[in-house]
């Protein structure tokens, strides 16, 4: 057994451990059920989904005997319906937050429930529809020169969603830029205002700013390398390059709670609540704004 590949299963346990608590937390809350957390779920479902298919995956390869193309294609389809829904989650969560700060007058009224319920739904079966395509016939099991370093993703389709991937990060990092220049437009406003609700709203935006920070910076580190590797690589590469970007790929995941459950105050508030049955006297009661993420 490859010790990568127990690393890949461990990892993905402790992905799905965790993501399973911030899916607990959001349903038994009946206040987290804001728009922006329904987006939080989605990603938290998908990062559930993607340690389970790393563990769907190890079993497939190690467990199951006779070895079954069908299950292979299967664990496969898993990580990339998974890992589509993940890029996709974060792409609507910084969607969410340019239009929270563009149309902050009108933002809860526009932004229903059903409608992100709807568009989450329509994201869902895209991603789904992503993850049946190895058994579709995108597949190098006919022909093994033709494999990616993603076996049993061919090259060309490697490299057609690494591409993908790449735009998707693009189209984020140009709504991040439109969030920054509107977020210091407030500054501005605030600045001559010298109200103590704008330096509220100053205070809520700024933190807004640094979770999105830390959110789209912790994807480009854990995602962009193995992005770019599986563009130029194929399977005659050293398979040791492969694990070592796929790993960090997948730490991705298991950072994603640990930044909400810390950054989040309706989320720290009602861990602190499932855990000790109260909340600490230090812990902060500022209501949510939309600029929070």
């Known amino acids: 057994v490859s010790p990568w590949d127990i690393a890949l299963c461990a990892t993905g346990t402790a992905v799905a451990g965790e993501n399973a608590l911030v899916l607990a937390v959001l349903f038994y809350t009946p206040s987290l059920r804001a728009p922006m957390f329904l987006l939080i779920g989605s990603l938290a479902l998908a990062d559930l989904l993607a340690g389970l298919g790393l563990v769907a995956n190890f079993a497939v390869r190690y467990l199951l005997r006779p070895p079954s193309e069908a299950a292979e294609l299967g664990a496969a389809g898993?990580?990339?319906?998974?890992?589509?829904?993940?890029?996709?989650?974060?792409?609507?969560?910084?969607?969410?937050r340019y239009l929270s700060l563009y149309n902050a007058l009108t933002y809860h009224s526009e932004r229903t429930l059903g409608f992100t319920c709807a568009m989450v739904l329509l994201m869902w079966l895209l991603c789904l529809g992503v993850g049946l395509l190895p058994l579709l016939g995108w597949n190098c099991l006919r022909d093994q020169s033709a494999c990616s370093i993603l076996r049993p993703v061919t090259k060309d389709n490697a490299a057609v969603l690494a591409v993908t991937f790449l735009l998707l990060f693009?189209?984020?990092?140009?709504?991040?830029?439109?969030?920054?220049?509107?977020?210091?437009?407030?500054?501005?406003?605030?600045?001559?205002?010298?109200?103590?609700?704008?330096t509220a709203q100053a205070t809520s935006t700024r933190k807004g700013l640094s979770t999105l920070s830390l959110i789209l910076g912790t994807f480009a580190l854990c995602w962009i390398p193995f992005a770019i590797y599986s563009l130029v690589a194929d399977s005659s590469y050293p398979v040791v390059y492969t694990y070592s970007l796929v790993l960090p790929a997948t730490c991705n995941?298991?950072?994603?709670?640990?930044?909400?459950?810390?950054?989040?105050?309706?989320?720290?508030k009602s861990l602190w609540l499932a855990c000790c049955g109260c909340v600490p006297s230090t812990f902060s009661s500022r209501p949510r704004t939309s600029s929070d993420v």
């Open 78 to 96: 898993l990580l990339l319906a998974a890992f589509s829904a993940s890029v996709c989650s974060l792409l609507a969560i910084t969607v969410d």
């Open 170 to 198: 693009a189209l984020m990092m140009q709504l991040y830029l439109q969030i920054c220049k509107i977020a210091f437009r407030h500054a501005q406003q605030i600045a001559v205002q010298h109200q103590f609700i704008a």
């Open 253 to 268: 995941s298991l950072i994603n709670p640990i930044i909400y459950a810390f950054r989040n105050p309706d989320i720290q």
